[in-house]
């Protein structure tokens, strides 16, 4: 913590705070926009629920407000760590399925895949603030998806991406709150921007 | 010579040694080789080869180190850069590698003669990169989703190798792949960005000499985005004729950016753009209310967007949209002016009233119509005329007096303002002063000093004058407070234009002042045409019409004549624009001149056609003053003439019409003849036919007359008398009237004086008349006169000419005043003489006529010897002329006296020895 109690260390947490905040905004506006395009390349229903989708952190928390700023990013960064883990799964599976013909699901992947190492890098780099360092990554594999068959696949895909648009609502959300003076560690203060 | 060719045979045998060697060790086998092989070096450098000879070559051709010579292309190296090392291997050293080539080659000198070349490298010279510096970076948007980023640097200087770029990039715990430039060494792209997340960017350049990398750059990307504009404008109009609604889409996400806008618009026709307040559009937004605007104006916009902090680029502008305004109330009354012709009646006026269009600013939309009230000030009762029009003029029959018209412009929205002008009875009051031009910026200019009284307007009429074309009055109004202003129309440069300035009152009008203005002026179109008017001696009077208005081309400032002469010199004369007439003066008489004409305007002369004329050679009343002397001098001497004949008449006529004694009257005494003459004429009648013979005088002077006679009279006379006592010749004196009248020995026959004194004291005269004269009854008688006239000198001299001719010879009388054939010989007889005459009856009549003339001239003849005073010198002439008588045509000679050949007789001739010869 003495670390963020310097000016510089001040603002630079801000500015990740803030940069990470819209980031989290744009990666949730893209993975809208990929969902539409899953979706439609993938020949499912936009309708269809996923209830429950293996190996994928979930968004929603109960006492979310009690949460302390660590805990949020500690949350945050488990959370997006394993998205990368599941994107890059995503587009090796999309690649195998749909080949390299497939000029526009394989790019949005490979886009929203950067956005979430970007914003698992802004969270390493608010937890360096924060004088406790990143956690290291337990290489917590991803899940095995061959037992499943290719329409569990694009379901499980689709279930991925919905839970990450959840988790970008959530992550400005708590970056937001985290850049609020009387809950977060650090005393600068930061105009509230909605993702 | 031996040692010559042994030389020679070394040498070959050396080469083919050498190249025996290299084909028996092989293809790839030679003598030596070059280290390093093919170098790359770094200009500017100092630089070693090294050759080295193989130990085999050595034994076959005895070829050692200190043989080797170093060749850049084909020039050798300065041996003093060489160095043997030892005896197979040479080196050569360069301080500066720019004055390397390709090949550097290592050859041997065999026996100083021959050059074989061991080994060849190929150099390349070039230069380490340069770091690369002004590295930056743009992320230009493509869609929605796509935004590439393109890094530009500037890579430094060439290094004439090959150098390779590479853009590399990442994020702290990213490395990403390096971007490589195609077709460019200062730029590359990177397809596609993440944002928010900090990304170093650098340039690192390689070549075989060496690696440069470029200072970092680390950013944002979404801080150096260049957006796509806006698109799907759209323009509404509003409520308010003042305001459009616009409308967009972003293409941004409001996610990825938050984006401030700027809009610009202007009006259709215009150039300028407008800009709403940028503070206005600073916030992320997709539509926008443009106010402020103009009604029933067409406007066209356009919209652009950036970063809403401003950190990036601004995008293009947007495609143009156009949209209108709707229509409000025209916002002033149209212009009215109004031309009054009073020329039809002075009582009654014809007001043509015009107005002007509103400008569309100014309408506000489409005017509909216009209402115009007319009302008399004179007559308050009269209720006053209105008229809707939908032209912009009205004509109007008015009764002289002052009016007020009122014009009012109404659209669908509503009327305008009132314009209101007065028609005065008069315009009585105080005028503008001074009214003047000024061409500026194309436009002209017109300004005036106001009256000192408060006016409420001025109108400003103009016109272009010209010939082809009546003068269509245009106008405008301004403001009362301006003393000058633009003239608003299609002022066109080189036309004359008439400016009429009106001051307006609140309760009159002013006279209006005109003047004339170019725009711009220029030479005139053509010259005046000259001509003369008068032609004199010394000047002419030259005349010129004035140039057309459409031929000046602007103000006539001067004419210029120029005139001169076939190879004088041209001068010129300045002439003032208004006369039309010049007199030159000073001009030399009967001088071909040629004038010619120039008009000048400010920007210059045109010349009009040259004229030619030619001065007089006399002037006015020089012909007169010669005249009238010279006639004045004649009548002078005619009248001194005739005075002097009148004083010397008696003279004159004694010369020229000498009294001839008319026998008639004279008394015939003592003379007639008693033998009747029929017998002798009988002959006679037959050899003259009637009518060959008018008259015949024979006249014999009596010497006893001769002191009736006076001195003068008598003078040659006595000359003659003398020439005839000089003469052995007896003359029958008038041979005719001797021969015919009595055989005695005449007067002119005797030599002595006293003898002739007694005997010719008279004149005798006998004639002879064959035909009856003036009707009178020929008779044929001799008759004897006793007048006292003395006889021509003429007849007298030629009398006693021919009695003194030759005094052998025959004496002849010639009878000259009655016939050519009054040649008569005394000693033969008369009628004896006429008979051999006669064949020549048929130029009777002509020898007649001749023999007058030589009668006249012997006549003169002896007046100019009466002034002569030498009687050798009438002796000489008398002789002539007595020759001349006898001078004959050879033609004629032998035969008898032709008629026609008599006045020949009268000139000179030769004499011929032997003195006269008979005709």
Known sequence: MAAADSPSAALRRHDLCTRGIRLAGKMRADVVDLLDTYVERQGLDASISVTVVEGVPAAAVEHWDEQTGTQRLLENLAAYRAFRALLAQMLEEQQEQLGEADAALGPALAAVLLQVSAFAYHLEELLRLESRGPPSEEGAAPPALSHLGLFERKLWGLGVLRELAQWAVRSARDLRQLTKPSLGSSSAPGPAESP | ?919
């Open chain 2, 1 to 919: 010579m031996f040692s010559g060719w042994n030389w020679v045979a070394h040498g070959l045998f050396l080469l083919l040694s050498i190249c025996s060697f290299q084909v028996s060790g092989g293809l790839v086998q030679s003598c030596g080789r070059i280290i390093p092989e093919s170098p790359v070096l770094a200009l500017g450098s100092n630089f070693t080869a090294l050759c080295i000879l193989n130990e085999s070559c050595l034994d076959f051709g005895n070829i050692y180190a200190n043989q080797i010579i170093w060749k850049i292309k084909n020039r050798v190296v300065p041996k003093e850069q060489y160095r043997e090392i030892n005896r197979t291997v040479s080196s050569v050293t360069f301080n500066d590698t720019s004055s390397l080539a390709t090949p550097l080659t290592c050859n041997i000198l065999a026996d100083g003669q021959i050059e074989q070349n061991i080994y060849g490298i190929s150099v390349t010279v070039g230069l380490p990169p340069e770091k690369p510096k002004n590295l930056s970076c743009i992320v230009h948007q493509m869609s929605k989703l796509t935004y590439p980023m393109t890094c530009t640097w500037n890579p430094g200087r060439p290094t004439f190798l090959d150098t390779h770029f590479r853009l590399k990039y990442r994020w702290p715990q990213e490395n990403f792949p390096d971007c490589i430039p195609k077709d460019a060494n200062n730029s590359c792209t990177v397809t596609d960005v993440q944002f928010f997340v900090n990304l170093e960017v650098w340039v690192e350049a390689a070549n075989a000499l060496g690696k440069a990398e470029s200072d970092p750059l680390v950013l944002d990307p979404i801080e150096i985005v260049k957006p796509l504009s806006p698109h799907n404008l759209s323009v509404n109009s509003g409520i308010l004729p003042t305001v459009l609604k616009l409308s967009w889409e972003n293409r941004i996400s409001a996610a990825v950016m938050k984006l401030k806008f700027n809009i610009r618009y202007r009006v259709v026709g215009d150039t300028d753009w407008m800009q709403v307040p940028p503070e206005d559009i600073a916030s992320p937004r997709t539509s926008f209310s443009v106010q402020g605007l103009r009604p029933y104006t067409e406007y066209i916009f356009s919209i652009r967007c950036m970063k809403e902090d401003g950190v990036g680029y601004w995008s293009d502008w947007s495609e143009e949209k156009t949209g209108v305004t709707t229509e409000d109330k025209p916002s002033k009354g149209p212009p009215v002016w109004r031309i009054i012709d009073t020329s039809r009646s002075p009582a009654s006026w014809t007001v043509y009233l015009m107005w002007k269009a509103l400008e569309p600013f100014e309408a506000n939309g489409v005017i509909l119509q216009y209402e115009v009230t007319v009302k008399a000030k004179s007559s308050l009762s009269s209720p006053p005329e209105k008229y809707n029009v939908n032209a912009t003029n009205l004509t109007l029959k008015l009764p002289n007096g002052t009016y007020e018209v009122t014009v009012i412009a109404r659209n669908k929205v509503g009327a305008s303002p009132p314009s209101v002008l007065l028609i005065p009875a008069v315009n009585s009051k105080a005028p503008v002063k001074n009214v003047r031009t000024l061409p500026k910026d194309g436009k002209l200019w017109v300004g005036w000093t106001a009256p000192n009284s408060y006016v409420l307007k001025y109108v400003i009429e103009w016109c272009l004058v010209s010939n082809s074309s009546d003068c269509i009055i245009e106008w405008q109004t301004e403001p009362g407070n301006i003393q000058g202003t633009y003239l608003k129309g299609d002022i066109k440069p080189f036309k004359c234009y008439l400016i009429t300035v009106y001051p307006l009152y609140a309760d009159g009008q002013g006279s209006g002042q005109s003047v004339k203005a170019y725009l711009q002026q220029d030479r005139p179109s053509k010259g005046p045409t000259v001509q003369t008017k008068k032609v004199g001696k010394a000047e002419a009077v030259l005349t010129w019409n004035h140039l057309t208005v459409d031929e000046q081309n602007g103000f006539i400032r001067s004419y210029t004549i120029f005139y001169k002469t076939v190879d004088g010199n041209e001068t010129a004369v300045t002439v003032d624009p208004s006369k039309t007439e010049y007199t030159l003066s000073s001009l030399t008489s009967d001088t071909l001149y040629t004038v010619r004409m120039m008009a000048y305007t400010d920007e210059g002369g045109r010349s009009g056609p040259d004229f030619t004329f030619t001065t007089q050679k006399f002037g006015k009343g020089e012909i007169e003053a010669i005249v009238v002397p010279v006639c004045l001098a004649f009548l002078l001497i005619v009248l001194l003439g005739v005075l002097f004949c009148f004083n010397k008449r008696d003279l004159i006529k004694k010369h020229i019409w000498p009294i001839v004694p008319d026998p008639s009257k004279s008394n015939i005494a003592q003379w007639s003849p008693q033998v009747p003459a029929k017998h002798i004429f009988s002959s006679k009648d037959q050899m003259y036919p009637e009518g060959s013979f008018t008259d015949v005088s024979v006249v014999e002077i009596e010497a006893d007359d001769k002191k009736s006679f006076s001195e003068q009279d008598l003078k040659p006379f006595d000359l003659l008398k003398k020439e005839k006592s000089t003469s052995e010749g007896h003359s029958s004196g008038i041979g005719g009237s001797s021969c015919m009248s009595s055989p005695r020995q005449s007067v002119s026959d005797s030599d002595e004086g006293e003898t002739t004194q007694n005997t010719s004291s008279t004149v005798q005269y006998s004639t002879v008349v064959l035909n009856g004269y003036r009707d009178q009854t020929p008779v044929q008688v001799f008759s004897r006169s006793e007048s006292t006239q003395p006889l021509l000198d003429s007849e007298e001299r030629s009398e006693d000419h021919a009695g003194g001719g030759d005094s052998t010879a025959q004496k002849q009388q010639y009878f000259r005043q009655n016939g050519g054939q009054d040649e008569t010989n005394t000693d033969r007889p008369c009628f004896e003489r006429a008979k051999q005459i006669s064949p020549t009856n048929d130029g009777d009549l002509i020898g007649f006529a001749q023999l007058q003339i030589s009668s006249q001239s012997s006549q003169l003849l002896s007046l100019g010897l009466e002034k002569s005073t030498q009687e050798a010198a009438l002796s000489d002439v008398l002789q002539m002329s007595t020759e001349g008588q006898t001078e004959t045509p050879e033609t004629a000679e032998g035969n008898p006296l032709l008629v026609d050949e008599m006045p020949k007789s009268y000139l000179p001739q030769t004499v011929r020895q032997g003195g006269y010869m008979p005709q």
